[in-house]
């Protein structure tokens, strides 16, 4: 088994779309990034390629490459979990917690994990998410942005655990 940990932040920016964990929040303001911005999916790609040795997330998807411009991040994770399953090793297990002031994430936390298991071809009971806010502390209580932490286990394929 591999552990691995992934951490991700973005600041709201007026006129895009809100997308967390493959969920459209229509009505809430978006974040600002090259891609989606989706930061709980961005902190679940690291978790995974830090858990596999396999780089980062700027390293496979640059921002400074136009292919990635608004790209839907759970396109990303797709590619991602398919490189680690090449790899030799199967996801475990997600734990992640997004802190926000805002949006409420508890009535769509299902939501998120049923698409994110989806995404990856895992059973949703592999895939848990939690909402949070930074009790107004600092800058993401200020609401100026939203942050992501995700850690999971990889299988080796083919091992028995
Ligand atoms: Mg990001």
Not at 96 to 125: F, H, Q
Request: with cysteine.
């Amino acid at each position: 088994m591999r552990i691995g940990f992934g951490y991700d932040s973005h600041r709201f920016e007026e006129g895009r779309r809100l997308v967390l964990g493959g969920v459209e929040f229509p009505g809430e303001t978006g974040l600002k990034g090259h891609s989606d911005a989706d930061a709980l999916v961005h902190a679940i790609i690291d978790a995974l390629l830090g858990a596999a040795a396999l780089g980062d997330i700027g390293s496979h998807f640059p921002d400074t490459d136009p292919r990635w411009k608004d790209a839907d991040s759970t396109a990303l994770l797709a590619a991602v979990v398919k490189e680690i399953r090449a790899a030799g090793y199967g996801v475990g297990n997600i734990d992640a917690t997004v802190v926000c002031e805002r949006p409420k994430l508890r009535p769509v936390i299902d939501l998120m994990r049923e698409r994110l298991a989806s995404v990856m071809n895992v059973g949703k009971g592999r895939i848990s998410l939690k909402g949070k806010t930074n009790e107004q502390m600092d800058a993401v209580g200020a609401g100026l942005g939203i942050v992501a932490h995700a850690v999971c286990l990889l299988e080796e394929l083919g091992a028995k655990s």
